[in-house]
């Protein structure tokens, strides 16, 4: 086994159009994949075949399934990253100044309960088989953008304790969210809990702040 195939790189990344074409069909064929008939049925002959591309452009790209998974784990991650920024400047555009914190949080909470970060099963299948390791990298710096989106928002804000200053209470807030969110994917809740999830870490975090 390769040593790529063991970090779950990629054989080599796409340098144009084309390339980047045939990833993204792989990706999207794969979740749909999981979606329908679940992991063991997500093989790299029936990826290529659902994506309508031959299994040599496949192997092209990627050493195997793991690979593939971890690409779009670590695809994943930077998608986070750029739908939080978004959101939280739309939510600090449509809010007034008194209502900028609520606003933010309850934007945050939306994202990551949402399906515009993929479906419950793909979140799943990505967090159960992906070794932490392999995204580490894109991961880190997802938090670190979400961190500081969330202190910048308390910065200068008065805080219930003075002892809490808000680089520490974003990383608080950050990691909390962030773990309830992956127990409910990990037990399959964020399918059937959503709205009552959504709602709960809404009162979390404002009762916190």
Not at 160 to 179: G, H, R, S, W
């Amino acid at each position: 086994m390769s040593r790529k195939a063991r970090t779950g790189e990629p054989r080599r990344r796409p340098s144009g159009t084309r390339g980047e074409a045939i990833v993204q069909a792989l990706c999207e064929a794969t979740e749909r994949i999981l979606d329908r008939e679940g992991l063991e049925a997500a093989t790299s002959n029936r990826v290529a075949e659902e994506a309508g591309v031959s299994i040599g452009s496949f192997y092209q790209y990627f050493p195997d399934m793991d690979a593939l998974l971890a690409e779009m784990a670590r695809g994943m991650e930077l998608r986070t990253a750029a739908l939080a920024r978004q959101r939280v400047e739309e939510a600090l555009e449509a809010s007034g100044p008194g209502g900028a914190t609520e606003a933010v949080a309850g934007a945050l909470i939306d994202l990551l309960v949402s399906d515009a970060l993929g479906s419950p099963k793909l979140r799943r299948v990505l967090q159960q088989h992906v070794p932490r390791a392999w995204v580490a990298g894109a991961s880190t710096a997802t938090d670190l953008t979400v961190g500081s989106l969330v202190r910048d928002l308390l910065v200068g804000r008065e805080q219930a304790d003075p002892a809490i200053d808000a680089e520490t209470a974003a990383f608080v807030l950050v990691t909390a969210v962030e773990a309830v969110v992956e127990v409910a994917i990990a037990q399959g809740r964020l399918e059937s809990e959503r709205e009552s999830l959504r709602a709960a870490l809404r009162e979390l975090v404002l009762g916190f702040l």
